[in-house]
């Protein structure tokens, strides 16, 4: 759940940390992202009638669409840009969500693995997480991520990767690797901004 910098409020829906199975055992697939039709603001305190409309480009009636799971979803108040984890990868929006872009490209490569999550640290650059590596860009935009090598941050082969960024210093980025059995693999620091990392 976001707010922009006009205060409208968006969620994502959907449970992409397990498989879809649909028996109760596992997660269970959403349908989309939705927007306030208000804004904060506009509501004067009063939010009991704020109601929410899907964004249609945030869904199509296929369990392939990138929207099914939105695992996590960040807002950049430095661009007004909305940045969404999701099933098939990470994606952008910088028009309110009527429309969505794949920002991480490497190269002419999209990846669309699943991205389990995105952070934004104080200075406007985006961590996001896509399969089980973990890359970053200083503002997001295509063509700007580069990945974490296995030198810089040895993850193993985890199942789920989450990161975090100290809001009062973004140099110290902390990065959780999950294991296959669902266990805690390692957890690791960098207090330099990324360009070294530390089992802790």
Request: aromatic letters at 10%.
């Amino acid at each position: 759940m976001v707010q922009d910098n006009d205060g409208f409020i968006y969620f994502g829906t959907g449970e992409g940390f397990y498989q879809n199975t649909g028996d109760g055992s596992g997660g269970f697939e959403g349908a989309g992202i939705f927007k306030s039709d208000q804004t904060v603001a506009s509501m004067s305190g009063n939010l009991s009638t704020m109601t929410f409309t899907k964004l249609p480009t945030t869904w199509t009636p296929s369990a392939q669409s990138a929207f099914v799971n939105v695992n996590k979803m960040v807002f950049r108040p430095q661009s007004n840009e909305i940045f969404a984890a999701t099933a098939r990868g990470l994606r952008v929006s910088a028009d309110g969500g009527a429309t969505w872009d794949n920002p991480l490209t490497i190269g002419a490569l999209s990846l669309t693995a699943t991205a389990h999550d995105v952070e934004i640290d104080s200075d406007g650059g985006v961590h996001a997480v896509s399969g089980n590596g973990l890359y970053y860009s200083p503002d997001g935009s295509h063509g700007t991520f580069t990945k974490y090598s296995s030198d810089v941050l040895p993850l193993s082969s985890p199942s789920r990767v989450e990161v975090e960024v100290a809001p009062s210093n973004s140099d110290y980025i902390y990065v959780l690797e999950i294991a296959s059995d669902e266990s805690l693999g390692a957890a690791y620091r960098s207090t330099d901004g990324g360009q070294s990392f530390e089992e802790i």
